[in-house]
C-alpha cells in the first residue's frame, strides 16, 4: 500500500483479561498485519488471572487497575519510538495498522485515532435532541475537522466524513497511534481523579485535549479498518446508568474547570457562561420529561464532589 518503510512500533493493549474471544480476535488480527507489531505488550489489571486466549507471543505486565490508571503508566516495556494503544475489544482489517501509519505521516499528525464511536451514524431525533442540548453539535462545512472540543466542553462532530482522516481535539480511545514521548509528556497521570468515579467518562476527551493544549495535532481516521467489538459490562443495567450520571456531572466539571474555562479569553468566558445557562435550562426540562426525578441525586452528589476535588486542587 505504501512505498514508504513504516516506522517499528508496540502495541499496548490494556485489559482485565475478561473480554474472551473478542480479546483473541485482536490478538489474532494483530499478528496477521501486514505491518506488524514489533512486541505486543498487555497491561493487565492486578488481581486478574492471565487471559487464557493468547497467541503465544505477548509478555503480559501488571498494573493498577482503572482506565487511566492502566494507561497512564511509563511504558518501560517499549522500545519503540512508536505504540499503538488498543482497548481489549477491538478488531483490526490486515492492513489496518499500515492506512492509519500511513495516513499519520502524510499528514503530519502527532497522534491518530479510530472513529470507535461514529457520531454521524446516529439517528436523526438524537441528532436533533443533541444539537438541542448543546451536548454533541453536528458541524456543517470545514470537512477537513473531524471532532472538535468547543468553549462548553461540548463535542462537535462532522456531520458527513468524505475524506479518509480529519483534524481533532478529541476522539474515541479505542486505537490511537502516537509516539511514546509524546503521550508521557502530556503527564496523564495526573489524571487519576477520572479513576475516582465508577466510569472514568470522559476519560478519552481529557486525553486528547490535553495532546492539543500540548501543541500536539492529531487526526480521527474515518476509513481504518478498526472495528469496536464493545465487550461490554457486567454491571446491572440500572446500576450502571446511575453511576454513570454521577461520573459525567463529576468528572465533566473537573474537566471543564481545569482545561477548558482557563484557556478562554474574556469574550469567550461571557459568551460561554450564557450557553451554560441555556444548556442548563434545556436538559432540566428534558431529564424532568424524561426521567423525572430518576439520578438527580446522583448528579448532584457528582456536581458535590466535583467542586470538593477542586477546592482541594486550588488550595
Known amino acids: 500500500m505504501n512505498s514508504i518503510k513504516l516506522p517499528n512500533y508496540t502495541a499496548v493493549i490494556r485489559t482485565l483479561g475478561t473480554a474472551g474471544d473478542k480479546y483473541q480476535r485482536l490478538l489474532d488480527s494483530l499478528v496477521h498485519q501486514t505491518h506488524k507489531p514489533k512486541k505486543i505488550v498487555i497491561y493487565l489489571a492486578e488481581g486478574y488471572p492471565k487471559p487464557k486466549e493468547t497467541v503465544g507471543i505477548e509478555e503480559v505486565v501488571y498494573v493498577k487497575k482503572g482506565m487511566v490508571a492502566q494507561r497512564a503508566i511509563p511504558y518501560n516495556e517499549v522500545e519503540t519510538k512508536w505504540m499503538l494503544m488498543l482497548d481489549d475489544d477491538i478488531a483490526i482489517e490486515p ?3 499500515e492506512r492509519i501509519f500511513s495516513d499519520t505521516l ?48 461540548s ?43 465508577p466510569y472514568a467518562i ?50 465533566n466539571r473537573i474537566f471543564y474547570k481545569l482545561y477548558i474555562w482557563p484557556n478562554l479569553n474574556s469574550l469567550q468566558k461571557i459568551f460561554a457562561l450564557l450557553l451554560k445557562s441555556y444548556q442548563r435550562v434545556a436538559l432540566g426540562l428534558y431529564r424532568i420529561i424524561s426521567q423525572g426525578t430518576l439520578y438527580r441525586s446522583d448528579r ?16
Open 95 to 97: 492492513d489496518g495498522v
Open 106 to 153: 502524510e499528514s503530519g499528525a502527532d497522534a491518530c485515532a479510530i472513529d470507535g464511536f461514529p457520531h454521524n451514524m446516529i439517528s436523526l431525533n438524537q441528532k436533533i435532541v443533541m444539537s438541542i442540548l448543546l451536548t454533541s453539535i453536528p458541524r456543517i462545512g470545514q470537512k477537513n475537522k473531524g471532532y472538535t472540543v468547543n468553549l462548553i466542553g
Open 155 to 197: 463535542d462537535v462532530y462532522n456531520l458527513n466524513p468524505t475524506k479518509r482522516y480529519a483534524w481533532s481535539t478529541t476522539n474515541s480511545g479505542n486505537a490511537i497511534l502516537c509516539r511514546k514521548s509524546d503521550f508521557l509528556n502530556i503527564h496523564f497521570e495526573d489524571d487519576l481523579w477520572l479513576d475516582d468515579a
Open 202 to 251: 470522559p476519560e478519552d476527551k481529557v486525553m486528547f485535549y490535553k495532546m492539543h493544549l500540548n501543541g500536539l495535532k492529531a487526526i480521527t481516521h474515518y476509513k481504518s479498518g478498526f472495528t469496536h467489538l464493545d465487550a461490554g459490562t457486567s454491571v446491572t443495567s440500572s446500576d450502571r446508568a446511575a453511576k454513570i450520571e454521577y461520573s459525567m456531572a463529576r468528572n
Open 300 to 315: 448532584k452528589r457528582g456536581l458535590k464532589d466535583a467542586q470538593l476535588y477542586l477546592d482541594n486542587f486550588n488550595k
